[in-house]
């Protein structure tokens, strides 16, 4: 399954990826899972305060956080498909609201499993959107860099007076 949007924003790519280096695929690669339950409940704490969101104002009761918990055995799932895969997870950390497995592999293993091409800009980043199982989709947001990513080059239109 693509992981849509997933990726560096492409006006970042267009303006950089001719002077990057070419990327070793036997270069270690390091990423972070970024768990979709999380990303709802981030979204969910934005929407509190904007009135155009459906979450406006609609507080979460006692206890009700809990829902956005990565399961255990979800967590757990994800780590051995990754070390199945052939990548070292290098640290798992299962929290209340924060859970994160960070893992690492040759770039070429990376590009193979997640069926995407991979260019360093300081950091890691995918180019396309990553493919991952189906089974996995309501629980990887996605994959993050362990450095932030460039900015976009602003656009300037050339305007005639």
Known sequence: MKM???HIDQRVVSENLSSLPKVDPNAIVT???AFAMQQEFHDRVEGLYDPKSPYYHQFLKTGEWKRFV???EDFAEVA???RGEGFEVVSES???INSTITFSGKASTIE???QARIANFGGYYFLDDPSI???FAKIIAGFLSNTPPPPPVPVVEDRAF
């Open 70 to 72: 990565v399961r255990e």
């Open 133 to 135: 199982p189906t089974r």
């Open 94 to 96: 299962k929290g209340e």
């Open 31 to 33: 990423l972070r899972v």
């Open 112 to 114: 193979t499993v997640f």
């Open 80 to 82: 051995r498909w990754l």
């Open 4 to 6: 849509s949007g997933n």
